[in-house]
Each structure stands twice: as structure tokens, then as C-alpha cells.
């Protein structure tokens, strides 16, 4: 499952991803997060960073960029 925040003014959206890979531990899970830049119609987005990070740190972040103004937004 995949969940976005958007930040219309930038053109930007955060995508955060499970990772389906298996962790060293059971106890260890991971997401994948994407900023991505919106680009003109004609062009696809643009992927600016991809980082994997502890599920702890994601929600972190996720909750962070939901507090500066970033608001959560279906995936298309």
C-alpha cells in the first residue's frame, strides 16, 4: 500500500512505500520514501531521492511534513 503527501504550491509529493524486502530482524520494518517533483504534462515526474527508512522514522516524517502544511492526497 502506498500513501502521499502533497505540497501544492512546489509541485512536490512524498511517497511512502512498505518495503517488501526482508529485514536482517523480524523486529526491523521498512518504508520507501520518495520525493518527487511534478513536472509539465508533457513530461513524466521526476524522482529526487528515494531513501529506505525504519518504519519509526516514516511516521516521523510523515507527521513532520503534515505539520509545515503537506497534505495527504490519492495516488494516481
Not at 520525493?35 to 513524466?44: C, F, G, L, N, T
Not at 511534513?65 to 494516481?76: D, F, I, K, M, P
Request: hydrophobic residues 35%.
Amino acid at each position: 500500500m502506498e500513501d502521499l503527501l502533497t505540497i501544492a504550491n512546489k509541485c512536490q509529493t512524498v511517497s511512502f512505500l512498505s518495503d517488501p524486502s526482508p529485514s536482517g530482524s523480524t523486529n526491523d520494518v521498512f518504508v520507501i520514501v520518495d520525493h518527487i517533483k511534478e513536472m509539465p504534462a508533457s513530461h513524466p515526474p521526476l524522482l529526487k531521492t528515494r531513501r529506505n527508512m525504519r518504519y519509526e522514522d516514516a511516521v516521523a516524517l510523515w507527521r513532520e511534513l503534515q505539520r509545515c502544511g503537506w497534505t495527504v492526497t490519492e495516488a494516481s
